[in-house]
């Protein structure tokens, strides 16, 4: 696709329920990058592929948190067990290969937990 | 870690004004320094970059310095527009074993430029 794509654009869910967002990177883009935008706050690292491989987990907050990027290309973030605090936009930025490339961003999901 | 303090955190002009939006950074070993200009409920988008090496930058009505010594980079837009109107993040991010960098955003600057 033309750029990186983000679904769903929106997700509401009850506290304690598991969500799963997903990430298209642009095709042939190795570095794939999740970010976490709370209101009115810039976005923060949460974790980076490189192809495959998770080299970097280190900004996830809690071990209900995971990432995942099997065949290179899609990725999913999936957090269990939702708590309020993890209401916020999360970002996917993918760049074409490795070391300071510019990082081109999705639209977000902007997750909500009642 | 890396930190990056962004000032100011609103800023309003004229239309044709210039504006001006500081960001310092403490990481000594940064050497990537990018600006994103993000709309309301869009996705951040790349507007001007520089790397440690050079000390300016321009793209048409936009500019970036950098001071390494002094660890702070600024963005300058000039004869600004209404479509200017947004929130801007500066970043800062350095390389890791592995080979990649990973961006440190400031808080963001607020811009409204009144026609």
């Known amino acids: 696709g033309a750029g990186v794509s983000q679904s769903p654009r929106y997700k509401v869910a009850k506290r304690g329920q598991d969500v799963a967002l997903r990430c298209d990177p642009i095709s042939g883009h190795v570095s794939l990058f999740w970010y976490q935008q709370a209101l009115g706050q810039g976005p923060e690292f949460l974790t980076y592929?490189?192809?495959?491989?998770?080299?970097?987990k280190s900004g996830l907050p809690s071990d209900r948190f995971f990432a995942e990027r099997p065949e290179g290309s899609v990725s999913t973030l999936k957090i269990q067990r939702t708590q309020k605090e993890d209401s916020a936009v999360y970002l996917c930025?993918?760049?074409?290969?490795?070391?300071?490339?510019?990082?081109?961003f999705g639209d977000g999901t902007r997750l909500s937990i009642l | 870690g890396e930190n990056v303090e962004q000032h100011p955190s609103t800023l309003s002009v004229q239309e044709g004004d210039s504006a001006v939006i500081k960001c310092t950074y403490s990481?000594?070993?940064?050497?990537?320094f990018p600006w994103y200009k993000q709309e309301l409920g869009k996705r951040p988008q790349l507007i001007i970059d520089?790397?440690?090496?050079?000390g300016e930058k321009k793209d048409q009505r936009i500019a970036v310095t950098l001071n390494k010594t002094a660890k702070h980079f600024s963005l300058h837009i000039t004869e600004t527009q209404p479509e200017d109107s947004a929130v801007y993040f500066c970043?800062?991010?350095?390389?890791?074993?592995?080979?990649?960098?990973?961006?440190?955003f400031g808080a963001g600057t607020r811009l409204a430029v009144h026609p």
């Open positions: 592929f490189q192809n495959e491989a998770q080299l970097d």
């Open positions: 520089i790397r440690s090496n050079v």
């Open positions: 970043a800062a991010s350095r390389g890791y074993s592995g080979g990649y960098n990973k961006l440190i």
């Open positions: 930025a993918s760049s074409l290969g490795q070391g300071d490339q510019p990082q081109h």
């Open positions: 990481d000594s070993a940064s050497n990537y």
